[in-house]
């Protein structure tokens, strides 16, 4: 258990749970006191899932907060998205002196592959699919996507 560092809180334990909700801050983390549709994310992230070899398509914010999507089951939600924004964070910095743009990030399994692209300045996506999905052909299909979403950020 954690000890609570701010001054109202002196002394109480911290369950790890906050008292605050956490999807309105996620909705302002996103696009500043605007509110993301999220329901209309998740019926695209559905969308994008249905598509042959996706397991799994979440949606992360750049600070590495959950928006939307399907976590795979047994994964812990919070250290699985910030890990991902994190990956991405340190894939561009570590690629920025070649002068290129960093497409994707791709993590092989042993029997799958999770697949980070960057879905512009809000939010980055992270799909978890099968081995015989080409990660190109998958970017070339999320762009009609990333676009849709970018309408509910």
Request: charged fraction near 25%.
């Amino acid at each position: 258990m954690k000890h609570h560092s701010g001054d109202s809180g002196r002394g109480k334990v911290y369950s790890g749970v906050s008292p605050i909700p956490v999807l309105p801050r996620i909705r302002e983390a996103v696009r500043g006191e605007a509110m993301a549709d999220i329901a209309a994310i998740e019926a695209i992230l559905h969308e994008i899932e249905r598509t042959e070899g996706i397991q799994d398509a979440v949606l992360v914010s750049r600070s590495g907060m959950h928006i939307a999507g399907s976590i795979p089951k047994g994964a812990h939600s919070e250290t699985f998205v910030a890990m991902f924004a994190i990956l991405l964070g340190a894939a561009e910095t570590a690629t920025s002196e070649l002068k290129e743009r960093l497409d994707s990030v791709v993590i092989n399994l042993e029997g799958s592959r999770v697949v980070i692209m960057n879905d512009g300045p809000k939010a980055l996506f992270v799909f978890r699919m099968s081995k015989d999905v080409d990660p190109k052909r998958l970017r070339q299909n999320l762009d009609a996507f990333a676009k849709r979403i970018e309408e509910h950020l």
